[in-house]
């Protein structure tokens, strides 16, 4: 585990303590509800680039085709027949 993530973790668990108004003995569930919020804003992050590098690669591709071309090609394709 990094410093920088221990510490960050150690922050908000003990946010979470005082916000929880200092209860006794609660310590190691607030250090695993800091670490899974540490993680979720970790994995925010992370996601919101990739969005936004996929949005920036997407500017050069053509428009997708409307809804209604899409199912007028699937009803014109002939159906096969069943098997016996």
């Given at each position: 585990m990094?410093?920088?993530?221990?510490?960050?973790?150690?922050?908000?668990?003990?946010?979470?303590w005082?916000?929880e108004?200092?209860?006794?003995?609660?310590?190691?569930?607030?250090?695993?509800?800091?670490?899974?919020?540490?993680?979720?804003?970790?994995?925010?992050?992370?996601?919101?680039?990739?969005?936004?590098?996929?949005?920036?690669?997407?500017?050069?591709?053509?428009?997708?085709?409307?809804?209604?071309?899409k199912?007028?090609?699937?009803?014109?394709?002939?159906?096969?027949?069943?098997?016996?």
């Amino acid at each position: 585990m990094t410093d920088d993530r221990q510490e960050r973790i150690r922050n908000r668990a003990h946010q979470i303590w005082q916000e929880e108004g200092q209860p006794a003995g609660q310590h190691e569930r607030h250090w695993h509800q800091a670490a899974a919020d540490i993680d979720r804003e970790d994995g925010a992050g992370k996601s919101s680039a990739k969005k936004s590098a996929k949005k920036a690669t997407a500017t050069g591709k053509a428009k997708a085709e409307p809804k209604e071309a899409k199912a007028a090609k699937k009803t014109a394709k002939p159906k096969k027949a069943a098997a016996k």
